[in-house]
């Protein structure tokens, strides 16, 4: 998921007092994520499996850049990349947990140009796996009790810390963009028979309305889940992934909320997964290839940057 | 090779590798036979599975009479858009000795208005015939009444005639069996509680007093009436942490078909949504425990504290580890080493939802008070089931292993239309959204997780099972509910029954290889109840030992044969049988022949 590059969060200088740096915030979020769920809701399945996410993303990481670099990296977005793979998948196996770890961090390594990598680390993973594994993996669905105490404490520690990032606009414009295309759905696929035999009053309105509830309720209902409250704090807004001006990023979680439409009206559960892992890419090449300036610069074109080392 | 082709080689190496491992890894999970490689070797008809596994099965129902179809119950209109979902259980098979002839009968319930209920005696020729009008126990989903949604049988009175309880979305049903001639409906008087939304009962005795008890566990809040909703908030609030759910009933028998609820008194206070449950004595005290599961939510172990109450340790015992949608409870030493294993089943939809079912094993070492589980399914090869319902543990084969025979599919309806993804969309979100009726998308006409291939597991002995069911002959895609095994024919083979949702009664006959031999026990208590349930029997042979309990209720909506069926592979004499039975005498009986049916009275 998100990995913080030099360019996009320097360290803040020190003013007197402890100030963390910033590019520590994203790690301390997931864990803290992680450990609310496991201490409040009892939810974290198995601590193993996460465990094991983390130690195979971070050798990973450390495995292919010490090889390519003769350093060792810093492995805070490898720690990043295996919480999320730990709370993101869903298998009774141990196995999809490493393997996704391991094609997460690997693909920063082949898939990428002009010294970016092109897909961010985890959706890549993720993606992968649920192609290749869907007898044994699913995705995230349902997790902290579907309660709402949770989801305000994800949104309000994620909304703070994404912001100190610079990025929470990336944030809102994504979970407008979904709320909009929810209501889209839902007078799509639910054509309120109130829509079609009355004038536009007041009461019509009602009417329409009253029937769309329930549709618009199960439209917006997965953006209610913790899986996207982890989309939208991590993954969308993954600093070596997403496109340097700030209405393209709007723009592409804006292109990516409509995909990942698209995918809803196919019916696909793992929609928005597969929606950023087209359009990011995409976006990222665009403006690779598109719009001059923008390749960022470090000094092994082979590896990737890495928050603490570049 | 320059330095730099080399890094990108390996870089190349470590995503591609992973990936090709995850492809394979993933098809040695498939269930669904999409997979891309060939099966091996699989054995043409029914000769070539008894050659390779020692058994096969033949569907018999219409031969033998049987012709039932399972009608769903009718909600309130309120809930048309999603009433496959809300009414979808109902089916179930419990068997009975009700006449004490020495064959196995059948009761099958039915759920729609006005459905008939069928008590199937076995006619002993190989044909089934249904007497429950005749016997007063058809009628039994009248108008307002409810709707049945099972049944177990247990002998509360001590006559010797196994009595019979019918548990409902409505009021359960008591009925005395009167000498095998009749039954006498004693509801009235019982104590049994005025309304339930009930989907497991068992018969136990949980403090050893001679008299039979009951747990009625419910799915649906007591306080609904699913025929005349107020609102239709009436779903779970999570799913996987409800808390909307609720109380159990635990009834102390007093041995006259009278019932007095110790529920509060006994400690069994949890508010669930109840869909299975079973009782053995799990820790070696003489008194059984109570493991229950439950959708939405991790399952309960209840610790019996020698007959004055009861305490929850399933997180302490580590099968409260994930929540999960839990629909069936059955025991089995998997291992012949007599330590009872623990399987639950849940859901798994391919790319969906793989929660994945759970063979709960005592780990090495641990038993009594300090007795721990570790789920072994996956490595086990039981893991991935479907949406799985009823299971039961047997040895089909009778190769002196406890084999699995699960059965599952939730909603077959347009096998080209799929629910799933409105389902998950509704389900992941937030409770104030899930818990309403009115936010679930109209299923209409699509499936969920429909048109099913049930699994019968082969136990290799060594922890390893392997799915044979298709080379068997179970190839019927019904939404299978409950699970029951019993020998029907008196062959000294145990044949399986499967009651299907909205489907029929499938009668699978097994023909088992002559080869192996095997030996049954018909308890007969004196001091303990009659029914015996709660007794533990231990068969010692050939250095090898393998414990069965008697239960009261097991699976999902299901009850087995009374008597209890030992395979005994290639040995030709036992060493001894321990019995421990429920009033917590401890017997052996040696020199019992096999290839027979022994009673062992206590």
């Not at chain 2, 992973?18 to 890894?25: E, H, I, V």
């Not at chain 2, 099972?465 to 939404?479: I, K, N, S």
Request: charge should be neutral; include cysteine.
């Amino acid at each position: 998921m998100t990995t913080v590059p030099i360019s996009d969060a320097k360290p803040a200088p020190r003013r007197g007092g402890f100030r963390l740096d910033p590019r520590y915030h994203p790690p301390l979020l997931v864990s803290c994520i992680l450990l609310a769920a496991s201490f409040t809701t009892g939810v974290v399945e198995s601590p193993l499996k996460i465990a094991l996410a983390i130690a195979a993303s971070i050798v990973t990481e450390m495995g292919l850049y010490r090889f390519s670099t003769g350093k060792w990296p810093n492995v805070s977005s490898a720690y990043i990349t295996g919480i999320s793979i730990g709370l993101l998948d869903r298998s009774p196996f141990f196995w999809p947990y490493a393997l996704t770890s391991v094609i997460s961090i690997a693909s920063k390594y082949v898939l990428r140009t002009k010294n970016r990598h092109l897909w961010n680390p985890s959706n890549f993973g993720i993606v992968a796996i649920l192609l290749l594994a869907p007898h044994a993996v699913s995705p995230l669905s349902i997790q902290f009790g579907n309660s709402i105490g949770p989801m305000v404490v994800i949104w309000a520690l994620g909304t703070v810390i994404i912001y100190r990032l610079k990025r929470l606009h990336i944030c809102i414009a994504y979970a407008v963009s979904f709320v909009f295309f929810a209501v889209i759905r839902a007078v799509v696929n639910h054509h309120p028979i109130a829509a079609g035999i009355a004038p536009i009053t007041l009461a019509h309105m009602r009417a329409v309305f009253g029937e769309l509830k329930p549709a618009v309720a199960a439209e917006i209902a997965p953006i209610t889940g913790p899986m996207y409250q982890l989309f939208i704090f991590f993954m969308i807004t993954d600093p070596k992934t997403t496109v340097k001006s700030r209405s393209g990023q709007m723009l592409v979680a804006f292109l990516v909320a409509a995909v990942e439409c698209g995918f809803r009206f196919m019916q696909n559960v793992d929609a928005p997964f597969f929606a950023l892992a087209i359009v990011g890419p995409i976006a990222n090449l665009v403006e690779i290839y598109w719009i001059p300036g923008t390749a960022r610069k470090t000094v092994d074109t082979l590896v990737p940057v890495n928050g603490a080392r570049a | 090779m320059k330095r730099r082709d080399l890094i990108r080689l390996t870089s190349a190496v470590c995503l591609g590798a992973p990936m090709a491992l995850a492809r394979y890894l993933d098809m040695r999970c498939a269930d669904t036979g999409d997979s891309p490689w060939p099966a091996p070797n699989r054995p043409a008809g029914r000769p070539g599975a008894l050659s390779r596994y020692g058994f096969a099965f033949e569907e018999v129902s219409r031969q033998a009479g049987i012709h039932f179809t399972h009608q769903a119950p009718s909600l309130d209109p309120k809930l048309n858009p999603i009433m496959p979902i809300v009414a979808s259980m109902g089916a179930s098979v419990s068997v009975v000795d009700f006449d004490r002839d020495g064959w196995p009968d059948m009761y099958v319930t039915n759920s729609a208005t006005g459905s008939q209920n069928h008590l199937y005696r076995n006619m002993r020729d190989g044909t089934f015939q249904d007497f429950a009008a005749a016997m007063g126990v058809a009628d039994l989903n009248p108008p307002g009444s409810g709707a049945c949604m099972g049944a177990v049988w247990g002998d509360f009175n001590n006559d010797g005639y196994e009595d019979l309880l019918v548990y409902k979305w409505g009021r359960p049903m008591l009925f005395r069996n009167d000498g095998g001639k009749r039954f006498v409906d004693i509801t009235a008087n019982s104590g049994l509680p005025e309304h339930l939304n009930c989907n497991t009962a068992l018969w136990l005795d949980f403090d050893g007093d001679g008299h039979l008890d009951l747990l009625l566990g419910s799915y649906y809040p007591q306080e609904i009436d699913l025929w005349h909703l107020k609102d239709t908030r009436m779903m779970p609030n999570s799913f996987e942490y409800a808390t909307n759910g609720t109380r159990k009933y635990l009834l102390r028998g007093r041995g006259d078909g009278t019932f007095e609820d110790v529920t509060e008194k006994m400690g069994l206070t949890s508010k669930r949504w109840v869909l299975a449950a079973a009782a053995a004595d799990l820790r070696g005290t003489g008194y059984p425990d109570i493991v229950i599961a439950d959708d939405y939510g991790v399952p309960e172990f209840w610790a019996n504290d020698h007959g004055r109450g009861f305490h929850e340790i399933g997180s302490q015992v580590g099968i409260a580890a994930r929540p999960k949608s839990g629909m069936n409870v059955c025991f089995g030493d998997i291992f012949n080493q007599g330590a009872l294993s623990i399987y639950t089943s849940n859901i798994s939809e391919r790319g969906v939802l793989i929660q994945g079912n759970d063979l709960w094993t005592p780990q090495p070492g641990t038993s009594g008070d300090n007795i721990r589980y570790q789920d072994i399914a996956e490595t086990a090869g039981v893991g991935i089931g479907g949406w799985s319902f009823g299971a039961q543990f047997g040895d089909l084969n009778n190769d002196g292993f406890q084999d699995l025979f699960l059965t599952n599919g939730y909603i077959s309806a347009s096998p080209d239309q799929n629910y799933w993804y409105d389902y998950s969309k509704v389900a992941g979100g937030n409770s104030s959204i899930i818990a309403d009726a009115d936010n679930w998308p109209p299923i209409g006409g699509r499936s969920l997780s429909g048109q099913q291939m049930k699994h019968a597991w082969i136990n290799g002995g060594s922890g390893q099972f392997v799915d044979v069911a298709p080379e068997v002959g179970v190839t019927q895609t019904f939404d299978g509910r409950s699970v029951a095994v019993a020998d029907f024919w008196n062959r000294g083979v145990l044949d399986v029954a499967m009651a299907c949702q909205c489907g029929p009664l499938l009668l699978y006959k097994n023909h088992v290889t002559p080869d192996n031999h095997w030996i049954k026990f018909d308890l007969r208590a004196r001091r303990s109840n009659r029914s015996a349930f709660g007794a533990m029997v231990k068969l010692f042979w050939d250095g090898q030992q393998q414990i069965q309990p008697l239960c009261g209720g097991s699976g999902f909506s299901a009850q087995n044969d009374r008597r209890l069926h030992f395979g005994l592979g290639k040995a030709t004499k036992i060493e001894k049988v321990e019995v421990r039975w429920p009033s917590g005498e401890t017997r052996e009986y040696p020199s019992l022949k096999i290839d027979q049916t022994n009673v062992l009275e206590e």
